[in-house]
């Protein structure tokens, strides 16, 4: 078991009514805030699933609503069951809308004495993971909270196997049994022209009977397996030595799209805008 990472450790003597945590990894960063929590709540790194120690949900599947923070800023005054504080963790799954995280400024700026928020987001995996996973927080949430980014190991092949890309998907409930060779397949097809967007239908198409595997086990959606699978095709370009300053643009760009994807747009309609600028 990994002990709780030293950045947040030091925290521990003076503790901040709200953290920003940022990593490159989404399961690393859920793993680390588990046990800051624990040790914040109760002096004890191995209490996680107590009613003191909270992991925001949401029906939606990519954002927290400003719905969900209500029900949290309803609870904020509550004092804790038996810990020393009340934790509440914003996973890095979903994002904060802009009304969700207007309605948690308003909390983070007069907040209680029994409450501490951590506020998780895990940025892309390579070029600048410390700016982009700041830049899906509001800056005024930034400036009333305490930021610290943790440093990960990903080993990462970036060669299509299956087993490199479950690594990739960074996901603790993904089966490490699963074989997406045949996904794999395609994706290597279309590196070879990232301008044919028809193949990413065809990726799609292909991924749905996959899709149906991995929503049984972790809740992911189609669109975000889609999302997951060329971001790993943008990956092996980026660490490729042979990448020119053209396929570097066009892997940005790329990456783009599937934040927009995430965002909720149909990915017929960001493939299509994404083959316009391209």
């Not at 901040?16 to 859920?30: G, P, V």
């Not at 994002?95 to 983070?108: F, G, P, Q």
């Not at 987001?121 to 610290?148: M, P, Y």
């Not at 929503?215 to 790993?232: A, F, P, R």
Request: charged residues 25%; negative net charge.
């Amino acid at each position: 078991m990994k002990t709780l990472n030293n950045s947040l450790f030091k925290e521990l003597d003076n503790i901040f009514h709200a953290y920003l945590l940022f990593s490159n990894s989404s399961t690393e960063l859920i793993s680390q805030a588990k046990k800051f929590a624990s040790f914040i709540a109760f002096d004890n790194e191995s209490i996680d699933e107590h009613p003191d120690i909270k992991i925001v949900e949401s029906e939606n599947l990519y954002t927290l609503g400003v719905d969900d923070i209500r029900e949290i800023i309803s609870k904020d005054n509550l004092s804790p069951i038996e810990g020393k504080y009340k934790v509440v963790i914003f996973p890095p799954f979903k994002s904060l809308t802009e009304e969700a995280s207007n309605a948690l400024l308003k909390t983070i700026e007069e907040p209680s004495e029994s409450s501490i928020f951590l506020i998780l987001s895990s940025g892309v995996f390579w070029s600048h993971a410390r700016d982009d996973s700041n830049n899906q927080i509001l800056s005024t949430i930034k400036s009333r909270c305490r930021s610290i980014y943790l440093d990960t190991e990903r080993n990462l092949e970036f060669n299509y196997s299956s087993e490199d890309f479950i690594k990739f998907l960074d996901n603790q409930y993904i089966d490490t049994n699963l074989n997406f060779n045949k996904m794999l397949t395609l994706l290597l097809e279309w590196k070879n022209d990232l301008k044919d967007f028809s193949k990413a239908f065809q990726i799609i198409n292909e991924c749905k009977e996959i899709h149906e595997v991995i929503d049984e086990q972790s809740g992911m959606t189609l669109n975000l397996l889609i999302v997951k699978s060329i971001s790993y095709l943008t990956n092996s370009f980026i660490f490729s030595s042979e990448i020119t300053k053209q396929s570097f643009r066009e892997a940005e760009a790329i990456e783009k799209a599937m934040l927009d994807i995430t965002s909720g747009m149909r990915p017929q309609t960001v493939f299509a805008k994404l083959s316009v600028e391209m």
